[in-house]
Protein backbone atom coordinates (compact mmCIF):
# COMPACT_ATOMS: atom_id res chain seq x y z
CA UNK A 1 0.00 0.00 0.00
CA UNK A 2 1.13 3.42 -1.26
CA UNK A 3 0.65 6.09 2.15
CA UNK A 4 -1.11 8.94 0.12
CA UNK A 5 -1.71 11.23 3.69
CA UNK A 6 0.34 10.48 7.08
CA UNK A 7 -1.32 10.34 10.12
CA UNK A 8 0.55 13.37 11.22
CA UNK A 9 -0.28 15.17 8.61
CA UNK A 10 -4.06 14.07 9.07
CA UNK A 11 -3.85 15.18 12.87
CA UNK A 12 -2.31 18.77 11.80
CA UNK A 13 -5.21 19.49 9.28
CA UNK A 14 -8.12 17.98 11.22
CA UNK A 15 -6.63 21.05 13.97
CA UNK A 16 -6.84 23.28 11.39
CA UNK A 17 -10.09 22.30 10.07
CA UNK A 18 -11.47 22.84 13.74
CA UNK A 19 -10.30 26.30 14.06
CA UNK A 20 -12.13 26.95 10.49
CA UNK A 21 -15.12 25.82 11.84
CA UNK A 22 -14.86 27.60 15.34
CA UNK A 23 -14.52 30.52 13.07
CA UNK A 24 -17.05 29.77 10.72
CA UNK A 25 -20.14 28.98 13.50
CA UNK A 26 -18.29 32.17 15.94
CA UNK A 27 -20.30 30.42 19.15
CA UNK A 28 -23.35 29.31 17.83
CA UNK A 29 -24.39 26.36 18.88
CA UNK A 30 -24.09 23.39 16.33
CA UNK A 31 -25.05 19.78 15.59
CA UNK A 32 -22.70 17.81 13.77
CA UNK A 33 -24.39 14.70 11.71
CA UNK A 34 -21.79 12.45 10.59
CA UNK A 35 -22.33 10.44 7.42
CA UNK A 36 -21.64 6.62 9.09
CA UNK A 37 -19.13 4.20 8.39
CA UNK A 38 -16.34 6.32 6.89
CA UNK A 39 -16.64 9.38 8.66
CA UNK A 40 -16.14 8.07 12.28
CA UNK A 41 -13.03 8.35 12.90
CA UNK A 42 -12.91 11.87 11.16
CA UNK A 43 -15.56 12.91 13.20
CA UNK A 44 -14.31 11.79 16.62
CA UNK A 45 -10.78 13.74 16.03
CA UNK A 46 -12.96 16.40 14.36
CA UNK A 47 -15.12 16.99 17.43
CA UNK A 48 -13.04 16.52 20.13
CA UNK A 49 -10.94 19.92 18.72
CA UNK A 50 -14.23 22.52 18.20
CA UNK A 51 -14.91 24.37 21.11
CA UNK A 52 -18.64 25.09 20.63
CA UNK A 53 -22.23 24.15 21.94
CA UNK A 54 -22.03 20.46 20.42
CA UNK A 55 -24.26 17.69 20.11
CA UNK A 56 -23.33 14.57 17.99
CA UNK A 57 -25.95 12.74 15.67
CA UNK A 58 -25.07 10.28 12.37
CA UNK A 59 -26.84 9.09 9.33
CA UNK A 60 -26.27 6.08 7.10
CA UNK A 61 -25.95 7.16 3.13
CA UNK A 62 -24.38 4.17 1.12
CA UNK A 63 -24.36 3.63 -2.81
CA UNK A 64 -21.18 1.16 -2.04
CA UNK A 65 -21.92 -2.39 -1.59
CA UNK A 66 -19.25 -5.15 -0.71
CA UNK A 67 -16.14 -5.44 -2.62
CA UNK A 68 -17.45 -2.68 -5.17
CA UNK A 69 -15.17 0.25 -6.13
CA UNK A 70 -18.66 1.56 -8.65
CA UNK A 71 -21.60 3.13 -6.85
CA UNK A 72 -24.84 1.79 -7.17
CA UNK A 73 -28.28 3.58 -5.94
CA UNK A 74 -27.88 5.78 -2.70
CA UNK A 75 -29.77 4.73 0.61
CA UNK A 76 -30.26 7.78 3.08
CA UNK A 77 -31.35 5.95 6.81
CA UNK A 78 -31.66 8.75 9.27
CA UNK A 79 -32.98 6.54 12.69
CA UNK A 80 -29.91 8.10 14.78
CA UNK A 81 -30.76 11.46 14.16
CA UNK A 82 -32.40 13.79 16.90
CA UNK A 83 -34.85 16.54 15.71
CA UNK A 84 -33.04 19.10 13.75
CA UNK A 85 -35.26 21.65 13.46
CA UNK A 86 -33.73 25.40 13.20
CA UNK A 87 -30.49 23.41 14.24
CA UNK A 88 -26.70 24.91 12.54
CA UNK A 89 -25.98 21.27 11.09
CA UNK A 90 -22.13 20.62 10.07
CA UNK A 91 -22.26 17.69 8.24
CA UNK A 92 -19.43 15.10 7.86
CA UNK A 93 -18.07 12.65 5.42
CA UNK A 94 -14.91 11.28 4.43
CA UNK A 95 -14.44 12.09 1.13
CA UNK A 96 -15.93 14.69 -2.02
CA UNK A 97 -16.22 11.91 -4.93
CA UNK A 98 -19.06 12.20 -7.38
CA UNK A 99 -21.06 14.87 -5.52
CA UNK A 100 -24.03 13.02 -5.64
CA UNK A 101 -24.04 11.67 -1.98
CA UNK A 102 -23.60 15.01 -0.24
CA UNK A 103 -25.99 16.77 -2.39
CA UNK A 104 -29.15 14.85 -1.54
CA UNK A 105 -27.87 14.57 1.89
CA UNK A 106 -27.44 17.85 2.06
CA UNK A 107 -31.47 18.49 0.95
CA UNK A 108 -32.54 16.09 3.03
CA UNK A 109 -31.23 17.70 6.22
CA UNK A 110 -33.02 20.62 4.91
CA UNK A 111 -36.19 18.94 4.46
CA UNK A 112 -35.88 18.00 7.70
CA UNK A 113 -36.01 21.25 9.02
CA UNK A 114 -32.51 21.94 9.70
CA UNK A 115 -31.25 26.21 9.78
CA UNK A 116 -28.28 26.05 7.88
CA UNK A 117 -26.18 22.75 6.52
CA UNK A 118 -22.57 23.22 6.25
CA UNK A 119 -20.10 20.42 4.85
CA UNK A 120 -17.12 19.24 6.16
CA UNK A 121 -14.92 16.36 3.80
CA UNK A 122 -11.91 15.04 4.44
CA UNK A 123 -10.91 14.24 1.74
CA UNK A 124 -12.03 15.47 -2.18
CA UNK A 125 -10.81 13.59 -5.11
CA UNK A 126 -10.03 15.35 -8.31
CA UNK A 127 -11.61 14.67 -11.62
CA UNK A 128 -14.86 12.79 -10.27
CA UNK A 129 -17.63 15.05 -9.26
CA UNK A 130 -20.62 14.65 -11.47
CA UNK A 131 -22.94 17.34 -9.97
CA UNK A 132 -21.84 21.04 -9.08
CA UNK A 133 -21.29 21.17 -5.16
CA UNK A 134 -18.93 23.08 -2.98
CA UNK A 135 -18.04 21.97 0.82
CA UNK A 136 -17.33 24.40 3.01
CA UNK A 137 -14.31 22.65 5.16
CA UNK A 138 -11.95 20.37 3.19
CA UNK A 139 -8.91 18.70 4.18
CA UNK A 140 -7.06 17.28 1.30
CA UNK A 141 -7.51 17.26 -2.54
CA UNK A 142 -6.46 14.24 -3.27
CA UNK A 143 -5.79 12.10 -7.18
CA UNK A 144 -8.13 10.13 -8.53
CA UNK A 145 -7.35 7.27 -6.73
CA UNK A 146 -8.86 4.45 -4.72
CA UNK A 147 -8.14 5.45 -1.16
CA UNK A 148 -8.38 3.53 2.27
CA UNK A 149 -7.49 4.28 5.63
CA UNK A 150 -8.54 6.91 8.55
CA UNK A 151 -12.30 5.51 8.11
CA UNK A 152 -12.31 4.60 4.41
CA UNK A 153 -12.71 1.12 3.42
CA UNK A 154 -12.70 -1.62 1.03
CA UNK A 155 -14.85 -4.08 1.65
CA UNK A 156 -15.52 -2.93 5.58
CA UNK A 157 -11.52 -3.68 5.74
CA UNK A 158 -8.74 -0.98 6.80
CA UNK A 159 -10.95 1.93 7.93
CA UNK A 160 -8.37 1.39 11.76
CA UNK A 161 -5.52 2.77 9.74
CA UNK A 162 -3.60 5.98 11.12
CA UNK A 163 -3.30 7.06 7.31
CA UNK A 164 -4.95 7.26 3.81
CA UNK A 165 -3.71 5.10 1.84
CA UNK A 166 -4.21 4.07 -2.13
CA UNK A 167 -4.87 0.69 -2.38
CA UNK A 168 -2.54 -1.21 -4.82
CA UNK A 169 -3.89 -4.01 -6.94
CA UNK A 170 -3.55 -7.47 -5.22
CA UNK A 171 -3.85 -6.41 -1.54
Not at 65 to 86: A, F, N, W
Not at 123 to 143: A, C, M, N, Y
Amino acid sequence: MEVLITADRIQARVEELATEIVCAYDGKPVTVVGILTGCLVFTADLIRRINLPLRVAFITASSYRGETVVPGRLEIRDELLPDITGRHILLLDDILDTGKTLTRVVAHLIDRGAASVKVGVLLRKIGRQEVPFEPDFVGFTIPDKFVVGYGLDFNDEYRHLPFVGVLLSGE
